[in-house]
């Protein structure tokens, strides 16, 4: 399919669902929507990616097959400033996808739209009628399972989980992943977004996916927010304990000192939060942190590199930054578990 | 209100809902309803409550006002059992009132027979659409936050937190009750219940109650799971790091030593509980145990003592049973800290 993935004032830095598209998606980005960095192109911004034009508007975009809503903003609302581009490609005919708490198909004027353009708005979070509670099965299963946690929101579970699974896929490996969250549900085009289902299923819907991908040797589950987190932690913790790992991978960032969103909080030393992930695994499925996975993006190489090694003292096992570096360090370490 | 209480088969150990509403409700319980033990009085099976006859279905109960679904089965579902009972009750037009996760106001049959009869279907589970994310702004409240956590389900915390709200009270505090469970919540006549918001609004829906209540000097959380459950302890999580509370309060129940209903998990040391609450409560807001409250209710008076002296050692503060002894040497320790 052809996107265009909508991001205002927000890419590429905290447009999560745009980056994921766009480095390990298999559709074709042939436009990024951001009125504060349009007439750029994708690669003024980022590497390693697909390469797009970014445009300020719906109006200027080539002809796609879906608008995505590439921003997934604390709360989930729908910015009224984005409506015009949501409009406009409804009434090309486009299909329109969107992450948000907040339906996009409840909205009347979108609803319309897409009934008399014949097209779909396909709101992922919105989860399955048949979800249940746990029942606690997940240790049972054969497969290997590795679950990337993290220090806050935002710091690299999804890509670190994404690149985990192309590097042991690469070197032969049977690999399934387990997305849950919005950008990792498009991109693998199936999956439950934990956080928008009912509090006590939490465990019970990471469960039903993991039962569904039974049949491979490892399982990468991407984790969310973080334990550590005053709003989000419930999600975090449902993930983990209805996962059951084998393995935890601890994501971080360079320089990170407080909770995104929530700068009153400071993060507490990442040891302490290692401790506290494996403490709160023990009375379910006893599980270690076996790796670190650090974000360095705002660093040089030099300087990632010493970051890294103070990181891998910090926590006392191996790390890296798999997307500067090599994803292979963290699939030996889960291999050789 | 006159209520009936249905409780087929679980009455009383497994009909939480009953007997918190027979213990703390100041509705007027006028039967329980429980095929098992019909014929029987409520005072054959609990002491300190009020008084009620128990009748095997809707046929043989006394003219009411709602019926009152009064088992909370894991997993939250409608048994086929109950159906006569709640149509007959419709039927009759009386309301019904249910915290199951199943609506009972989405089955046809009891949407047409309430509607037939003028009555009301109250689905306590069903949570309000305006919820989101929590702000994090709960420790900022001048009210004293006390919250129950327990080392499984069904270990007294919704017992334990109604008896320190009225033991507060009588002595003279401003005391705030916040509900998260069903049964709280139709004691109360207000509240949200936790498990069924939306996972990622788990926190803030809780932090919306307190703010709600913010007025008061004291604010009694009730609690919900635990954090070393396999199924639930998101929503434990969530209520944890939402209400930022100052002091917490270990309930325990005697001889428990797996998780209800999730057997083949052991339940760790009761110190490893403490210090797990403890360290989960630390990245968001420092809080102690404080106390505990162990439910003896399957030893006698002299057994309960010594097992009452054997939690205190191993969780390090003081205990008691606050149903069976006194609620006022928790307060006390509240009133301390």
């Known amino acids: 399919m052809r996107l265009a993935i909508l991001a205002h004032e927000a890419f590429p830095g905290r447009a ?5 598209l766009l480095r390990y998606g298999e559709h074709d980005i042939v436009a990024v929507i951001d009125r504060a960095t349009a007439g750029d192109q994708v690669s003024d911004h980022l590497s390693d990616v697909q390469e797009a034009p970014i445009v300020s508007n719906i109006g200027d975009t080539p002809e796609i097959d879906a608008l995505v809503i590439g921003i997934a903003p604390i709360g989930g609302g729908f910015e009224e400033t984005w409506r015009s581009d949501v409009t406009g490609a409804l009434s090309r005919g486009c299909d329109v996808w969107a992450g948000l708490h907040h339906f996009l ?15 779909q708005i396909w709101d992922v979070r ?15 299963l054969d497969a290997t399972v590795v679950l990337t946690v993290g220090t806050d929101c935002s710091v690299g579970k999804m890509t670190t989980t994404m690149e985990l699974v192309q590097a042991a896929r690469d070197r032969g490996l049977d690999a399934g992943f387990v997305p ?5 549900v498009m991109v693998d085009g199936s999956g439950i977004v934990i956080d928008r289902v009912v509090s006590d299923f939490t465990a019970g819907a990471v469960e039903q996916m993991l039962l569904e991908r039974k049949n491979h040797d490892y399982l990468f589950v991407e984790g969310q927010g973080s334990i550590s987190h005053p709003a989000y932690s419930a999600v975090t913790c449902g993930i983990l304990h209805g996962s059951m790992p084998d393995a935890m991978i601890l994501c ?8 995104h969103g929530y700068e009153s909080f400071p993060l507490r030393p990442v040891s302490e939060t290692v401790d506290l992930y494996e ?8 599980c270690p942190v076996v790796a670190g ?7 040089d190489t030099e300087d990632a590199r010493e970051h890294i090694a103070t990181y891998e003292d910090a926590i006392g096992v191996p790390a890296t930054d798999p997307v500067r570096f090599d994803p292979d360090e963290l699939v030996d370490v889960i291999e050789n578990q």
Not at 126 to 140: E, F, K, M, N, Q
Not at 180 to 184: A, C, K, M, R, V
């Open 16 to 20: 999560k669902t745009a980056q994921g």
């Open 105 to 119: 198909a409840t909205d009347t004027e979108f609803a319309r739209l897409a009934s008399e353009n014949d097209c």
């Open 126 to 140: 919105r989860s399955p009628d048949d979800l249940s509670v746990s029942d606690g099965v997940a240790r049972d």
């Open 180 to 184: 849950t969250g919005q950008t990792g």
């Open 252 to 259: 971080h960032e360079v320089d990170k000192e407080v909770v």
């Open 279 to 286: 403490s709160l695994a023990r009375p379910v499925n006893p």
């Open 293 to 299: 996975a650090l974000n360095t993006s705002s660093t």
